[in-house]
């Protein structure tokens, strides 16, 4: 059973302390060493440790402060995470760790951890979401949780499909996420050759900017798509986007290889004035998202856009991208809305 800590005397990880030493390993002894001090005792609001008891005998530790290295109060890092030899693949770690995560998901964008020369650990880690990293000293891993993608699928980089998906992005960035947006036509993505070798791999032999999107994508929890119609679909640069995520999809095995949890918006503008061709664009967004295990919360769809200026005079879509992307994490905000503006005729 997981108990917080509020005083933590020797006693009760004495044994911890001595089997990590045997271990070789020295951030038990130290961390105990800083509690006495009182240089951290996970007092903070948005920090915690805990134990696992079982039979009254204390098996695991594990604790969670905002990240030290990094200086960032907005990231958390995970302290002292061990568990006797004797108790391990018993989940005991995973239970600590997922507690951790959960506690730190009202408060971090990410949360970090070092895992110190112990190559075997990161199979553990990363089934829990955890990537490797070299971004940052002092952290071999990071779990994103709070991290918005937002991909263009206009070749205009100052159009409109672009100011739609800046302002969904601002309102996330307001509400605490990362964010980060791609133009597809940079990316020069080749087109899927139908070689079918991922149908074995899941993975696609094709070398190119896909990796950059990838990793992003990986990394997001958020993923905002948002094309412009050409010729009633979305343009040719999202398609052969959704082709080369093929490798992943649950087409193959059943299963989406995609990190799961994560949440999709769809964005569509034309220049006609009627809803039909949008639709479609919205619907091709959201198959693309369901065959990724990805969950839609919301589709934005304007019509009668010709130029930016047509958009730019209707204020009140602005700001309802906005307030979709600031009301997010709202609980009782409303599932998959579409949020629809007819402008001109
Ligand atoms: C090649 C091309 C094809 C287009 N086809 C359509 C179309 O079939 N239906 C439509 O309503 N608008 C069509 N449009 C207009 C765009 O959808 C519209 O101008 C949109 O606002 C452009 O968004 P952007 O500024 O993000 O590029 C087309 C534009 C281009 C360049």
């Known amino acids: 059973m997981i108990e917080e800590i509020k005083i933590l005397e020797e ?14 390993y020295r951030f038990l002894s130290k961390m105990f060493s800083q509690w006495n001090s009182r240089e951290n005792q996970f ?14 005998k204390v098996i695991a530790i594990g604790g969670i402060n905002e990240e030290p290295y990094l200086k960032r109060k ?15 693949r018993k989940h005991v ?10 506690f730190g998901n009202k408060y971090y964008k990410a949360i970090t951890l070092r895992v110190p020369d112990n190559i075997e650990a990161y199979p553990f880690y990363e089934s829990i979401g955890f990537e490797m990293t070299n971004e940052y000293e002092s952290v071999t891993h990071i779990k994103w949780i709070k991290k918005a993608l937002g991909i263009i699928g206009s ?29 597809v036509d940079e990316l020069n993505l080749k087109y899927c050759t139908g070689c079918k070798s991922c149908d074995k791999t899941r993975e696609c032999n094709i070398d190119d ?16 798509i948002g094309s412009p119609s050409y010729w009633g679909d979305v343009t ?13 999809c649950d087409t ?47 589709n934005i769809c304007v019509e009668s856009i010709n130029d930016i200026s047509d958009l730019i005079s209707q204020e009140e879509m602005l700001t309802k991208a906005y307030f979709l992307g600031a009301n997010i994490d709202e609980e009782d905000r409303q599932e998959h809305p579409v949020l629809a503006l007819k402008t001109g005729g």
Do not use: C, M
């Open 11 to 24: 006693d009760t990880i004495e044994e911890l302390i001595h089997e990590s030493e045997n271990e070789g």
């Open 74 to 88: 907005d990231f958390g890092r995970l302290r002292g995470v061990y568990v006797l030899p004797s108790f391990r």
């Open 209 to 224: 900017n896909f990796t950059k999107l990838k990793k992003e994508f990986w990394q997001s929890n958020i993923i905002v």
């Open 43 to 56: 007092q903070k609001e948005n920090e915690k440790a805990i134990i696992f008891r079982e039979n009254n």
């Open 252 to 298: 193959i095995d059943g299963k989406t290889i995609v990190p799961s949890g994560k949440r999709g918006i769809a964005i569509a503008i034309r220049a006609g004035s009627t809803r039909n061709e949008n639709q479609h664009i919205l619907d091709s967004i959201n198959h693309f998202y369901s065959h990724l295990g990805i969950k839609n919360i919301g």
């Open 155 to 183: 070749p205009r980089h100052n159009g409109s499909t672009a100011l739609l998906i800046s302002r969904v992005l601002e309102g996330l960035k307001n509400t605490g996420y990362e964010i980060n947006e791609i133009h």
């Open 236 to 248: 040719g640069h999202i398609k052969v986007l959704f082709d080369r995520f093929t490798p992943y």
């Open 93 to 102: 770690g995973k239970e600590i760790v997922k507690h951790l995560i959960d």
